[in-house]
């Protein structure tokens, strides 16, 4: 790769051009091509308040200040990729969701989005779970999740659907109970709210092309998780998922097979829908720190490496965030078919992840976020520097933050580290 400095600021190719050649870029990328020079990927999220002087909760609220926060941050630091700020509480609002906490709703106007973990499911549900996992989802799971939800408790067993008229005349009356109507309006509430989300962000796709950016589609597909992750962050928790390791490894096991089918018929039927051809699999417990090798060799891989080839079968891209450290998983991760994936790595050795998953899949990352907060300018060219010459060697390298939002970061340091990614990752 050349040291020679380009020239940057605003360019002065028309926005047409510069959006297809931004997708050309991240497409050879992401195929383990090797492109004009690394793409930059900004997940500029909560950084977007901070550049203008707003609250998290302001942005939230007007989701038009929002949208001229995004337009403005992208004109200014130039990536090939970027999006703005993560999702929407409304629908949580509607349903008086406890499992997460937004700016304004379970938090303060200037704090982050938080994830609110707990025992949803307890060990003595993995019965009823296992015979019946969207009869106990609906009728228990939801009630204990989202407070207006709490009149689906009062229907009866889904299965009397299969009784057709005969079961309906039996069921049919409890619908129009006060609190079991009061939970069909808040679904359709929260539904409605989700889609004029869907509508802004639809806007917003269009507003950035005539800027010339082109869409984030790897975060905009269905999320998927890994089998062990999605009993363990939704349903059991942290301490419970690891209790069931030692006392139920059975139905755990069991549990895992039984929601694979699930969400691959889901991940589908989303990906045709939203006419996306990529899947974001954020995988939270698998990683060094976690669980032994036999451990994940047991609960984890076998589970998630079923899941990924089947969305490959499918023709869906894996959007993968290996998040934590996975030195010691990289051989895992040599088995997945070449080409078929794209992976974002959060503290693994980047260079020894090249060595070995070069030739496998797509890697996204390189900068830590602690580098654009309180690095140096010369820290971050130097690392810059090192991570375009032996990741990004070859191609099939995006350079990203290494934590999925730029909150906190300097926005001088950051325009250095994308003048530096251009100058550096040029081929």
Not at 330 to 335: C, G, S, V
Not at 375 to 382: A, C
Not at 388 to 409: A, N, Q, R, S, Y
Request: hydrophobic share 40%.
């Amino acid at each position: 790769m050349t040291n020679a400095p380009i020239a940057t600021g605003t360019p002065a190719k028309s926005p047409e051009l510069l959006c297809g050649e931004r997708a050309q870029r991240v497409s050879i990328a992401t195929q383990l091509g090797q492109p004009d020079r690394v793409p930059i990927l900004m997940p500029f999220g909560n950084l977007l308040p901070q550049l203008e002087g707003l609250s998290k909760l302001e942005l939230y609220e007007h989701p038009d200040k929002a949208q001229l926060a995004l337009e403005k941050a992208a004109l200014r630091f130039q990536p090939d990729l970027c999006d703005g700020v993560f999702g929407t509480p409304e629908p949580s609002r509607a349903l008086g969701d406890r499992m997460t906490k937004w700016p304004g709703y379970g938090l303060d106007a200037d704090s982050s989005f938080q994830y609110h973990e707990a025992e949803y499911m307890k060990a003595e549900d993995y019965d009823a779970f296992l015979l019946d996992p969207a009869d106990w989802g609906i009728r228990h799971y939801l009630p204990r999740v989202f407070g207006e939800l709490q009149g689906l408790g009062m229907l009866p067993p889904l299965g009397l659907s299969l009784f057709g008229a005969y079961g309906m005349m039996q069921g049919v009356a409890v619908l129009s109970l006060p609190p079991v109507m009061s939970a069909f309006q808040a679904l359709l509430r929260a539904g409605q709210l989700q889609y004029e989300w869907i509508q802004r962000q639809v806007s917003s796709i269009q507003r950035m092309a005539a800027l010339g950016f082109p869409p984030m589609l790897f975060f905009a597909g269905p999320n998927v998780s890994a089998p062990f992750d999605f009993m363990a962050d939704t349903l059991r928790g942290m301490r419970g998922i690891f209790k069931d390791m030692r006392r139920y490894p059975d139905k755990l096991l069991e549990a895992e097979e039984k929601i694979i089918p699930v969400q691959i018929e889901h991940a589908v039927a989303a990906c045709r829908v939203r006419h996306n051809p990529y899947a974001f699999l954020p995988l939270h417990r698998g990683s060094d720190g976690f669980m032994s090798l036999q451990n994940f060799e047991r609960f984890y891989w076998p589970q998630l490496k079923r899941c990924i080839l089947a969305l490959i079968d499918a023709g869906i891209i894996p959007f993968v965030l290996w998040e934590g450290m996975w030195d010691q998983r990289l051989q895992y991760l040599a088995e997945l078919p070449k080409g078929k994936t794209i992976g974002v790595f959060q503290n693994t050795n980047l260079i020894k992840a090249k060595e070995v998953l070069g030739d496998v899949m797509c890697i996204v990352g390189g900068m830590p976020n602690g580098l654009l907060v309180g690095g140096t300018p010369n820290e971050i060219r130097e690392h810059t520097h090192r991570i375009c010459e032996t990741v990004g060697k070859g191609g099939g390298f995006v350079m990203m933050p290494t934590i999925g939002d730029l909150e906190g970061c300097s926005p001088s340091l950051i325009e250095v580290w994308a003048d530096a990614t251009r100058e550096y990752g040029k081929y």
